[in-house]
């Protein structure tokens, strides 16, 4: 009778210790679940946002090369009546001088008037021309610069965005070992191998928790 009974107790002990660690594999099981689909919600949510990020920047580039283009036209004409004028200085035609004037574009006339103030026949040190000055600013320049900014910004917003999103998917990666070791553990014999796993199962879902916690989220 006494070596029934404590067959009946270790019976109960060990159903008791596979209980145990089923219960703790279906938690496991259940929350890595869980996790793993947030995790790839919001790499899903990042792609999307990597994209848009990309696609403005993109837009923003093409913008840029419009205003630079603009620019150009108008630093060329500025460039052909300033030949002109310095023509006709050197050939002392006060008449032709006192027309192209006349032609120089506001944008031009700005930079223009700044450049004979430095009385640039008489000080060596004076630019060889207004382009040089910063008062010379033709129309769409300071716009292709703000969009090249602008593109510059995005474009380190979508690479951002793209790295947040790799995260999520090594964090879904080291979700699915949790649920790897923890299915493997309930094909294990021995009790303390099975532990051992879970335990292991149990430590990778707590850094993948941690590292949850800590990464920026879009919801």
């Known amino acids: 009778m006494p070596e029934a009974e404590a067959e009946d107790e270790d019976d109960a002990s060990g159903d008791a210790s596979a209980g145990a660690r089923e219960l703790v594999a279906v938690v496991l099981l259940s929350v ?8 790839g919600f919001e790499a899903s949510k990042w792609g999307g946002e990597m994209s848009i990020a990309f696609s403005q920047a993109s837009g923003a580039r093409i913008e840029a090369s419009r205003f630079d283009a603009e620019a150009d036209a108008a630093r060329n004409f500025d460039l052909d009546v300033f030949a002109v004028y310095v023509q006709a200085v050197a050939e002392g035609d006060d008449a032709l001088t006192d027309f192209v004037e006349t032609r120089f574009t506001d944008h031009f006339a700005v930079a223009f008037d700044a450049w004979i103030a430095m009385r640039p026949l008489e000080n060596p ?10 008062e ?3 129309p769409g320049a300071a716009e292709a610069e703000e969009s090249d900014a602008r593109a510059d910004t995005l474009f380190a917003k979508a690479l951002e965005s793209n790295q947040r999103g790799d995260d999520y998917t090594l964090l879904t990666v ?3 070992l949790v649920l790897f070791f923890t299915a493997v553990s309930q094909r294990l014999r021995s009790a303390t191998l099975t532990w051992v796993v879970l335990g292991g199962a149990t430590t990778l879902l707590l850094v993948g928790v941690g590292l949850l916690i800590a990464f920026p989220k879009i919801i």
Do not use: E, H, I, N
């Open 136 to 138: 010379y600013q033709p």
């Open 32 to 39: 890595t679940a869980v996790l793993t689909a947030w995790s």
């Open 174 to 176: 080291l979700f699915a």
């Open 125 to 134: 040190d004076a630019p060889k021309g207004p382009f040089a000055l910063p």
